[in-house]
């Protein structure tokens, strides 16, 4: 009697540390999650771009950031869509990106108008017939 229990408690212990090396042999097969994808944002000056190599560079606030584009890269120009080859140096843009495998890849590129050198507005003399008549005073009530 005392045989067949130390058989039947062996027994149970065996196959107790059976399952356990198993479930660990799975968990360990499993895909490992991968880290969401951080997207960041860089608006500053277009340095360069070339459109056959899908890259561009551009003059952020914290230096100079070198984009590349993909299929997926939206471009607009105000509102409407537009291609890489539209971009060109000296436009403002606001790029979003990510980096993906050491590369920094361009989300979306939004072009805002390339800035335009403003003139001062030239002052001329006021003419002798325009001159301005003297403003009448208003009268108040007696106080």
């Given amino acids: 009697m005392k045989k067949a229990i130390a058989i039947i408690v062996s027994a149970l212990f065996v196959l107790s540390v059976a399952g356990l090396s198993f479930a660990a042999e799975q968990k360990e097969a499993a895909p490992a999650k991968k880290a969401p994808v951080k997207v960041q944002q860089v608006t500053g000056e277009v340095g360069a771009v ?49 980096e993906i495998n050491g590369k920094n890849v361009a989300k979306s590129i939004a072009v805002t108008a390339a800035p335009a050198k403003m003139e001062a507005p030239k002052k001329e003399a006021p003419k002798a017939e325009e001159k301005k008549a003297p403003a009448e005073k208003k009268k108040t009530g007696g106080y």
């Fill in 50 to 98: 070339d459109a056959a190599a899908k890259t561009l560079t551009v003059k952020g606030k914290k230096g100079d950031v070198a984009l590349t584009a993909d299929e997926k890269t939206s471009v607009k120009v105000g509102n409407e869509k537009k291609a890489l080859t539209d971009v060109k140096a000296g436009n403002k843009v606001t790029v979003k990106y990510s």
